[in-house]
């Protein structure tokens, strides 16, 4: 099993910037992919970016050049810098832990709110 727990979430005004942290412990030698996907109230879940153990990265054209994806290995976390947030991105983000079987783990969520 792969838990995960992610911080940094809250309040921002449009054009603001947050970061947000997942750390991930358990069986962590079985994580290939560590990735971060949003939900908005009545809308599904997406992806919003991700990053493999040897750091290529993915990114959902949405947030292209304003977010960026971090992994640090040694201290099993993923980061996700949101810059320039806009209103639409608002919703619940969620770390995700993919392991080498093809299983998703998932976090209990953070709420990223944008907002004047």
């Known amino acids: 099993q792969v838990q995960l727990v992610e911080s940094g979430g809250g309040l921002v005004q449009p054009g603001g910037s947050l970061r947000l942290s997942c750390a991930a412990s358990?069986?962590?030698?079985?994580?290939?992919?560590l990735g971060w996907y949003r939900q908005a109230p009545g809308k599904q879940r997406e992806l919003v970016a991700d990053?493999?153990?040897?750091?290529?990265?993915n990114y959902a054209d949405p947030v292209k050049s304003r977010f960026t994806i971090s992994r640090d290995n040694a201290k099993n976390t993923v980061y996700l810098q949101m810059n320039s947030l806009k209103p639409e991105d608002t919703g619940v983000y969620y770390c995700?832990?993919?392991?080498?079987?093809?299983?998703?783990?998932w976090g209990q969520g953070t709420q990223v709110a944008v907002s004047s």
């Open positions: 995700n832990a993919r392991s080498y079987f093809a299983r998703d783990f």
């Open positions: 990053i493999t153990r040897d750091g290529s990265t």
């Open positions: 358990g069986r962590i030698f079985s994580i290939n992919v």
